[in-house]
């Protein structure tokens, strides 16, 4: 039996009720709460699943990596976008360089103010260069 959302247009709250597809529309809906029957049907969020391959070929677009260079808070936004993507846990060193990207920090900065950065305990990574950063051509 599938769920219908819906709104109390009086009372303002949220309910969930759970009609036969033969039910909906042909039944009158109340609110659960106040049982007003002023009430309208909520469409929920569509969430679109994508396939790993799917969205590793959406960051192998080379056009979202012109001019990336020159602008650090976009190859802050873009890393951020890279690190969602991948759908794995990153250490939380890659968190605080994307920020330090998105607040206008360039590489070089970064590099300088965290030397020791992709060391042993992000699995040999070798500075930035191995984060995207640095040693990457773009």
Known sequence: ???????????????????????????PVACSHCQSANVRRRVPRVRVAKSEESRMENLADPSALAGLEDDPKAMGAMMR??????????PPEFDDVVDRLESGQ????????????????????????????GGMDF
């Open 1 to 27: 039996m599938p769920q219908y959302d819906y709104v109390c247009l009086d009372c303002k709250q949220r309910f969930d009720l759970f009609f036969t597809y033969a039910e909906y529309g042909t039944k």
């Open 81 to 90: 976008k890279m690190g969602r993507e991948m759908g794995e846990e990153l």
């Open 106 to 133: 360039s590489p070089e900065e970064i590099e300088s103010a965290l030397p020791d950065l992709g060391g042993d305990d992000m699995g040999g990574m070798g500075g930035m260069g191995g984060m995207g950063m």
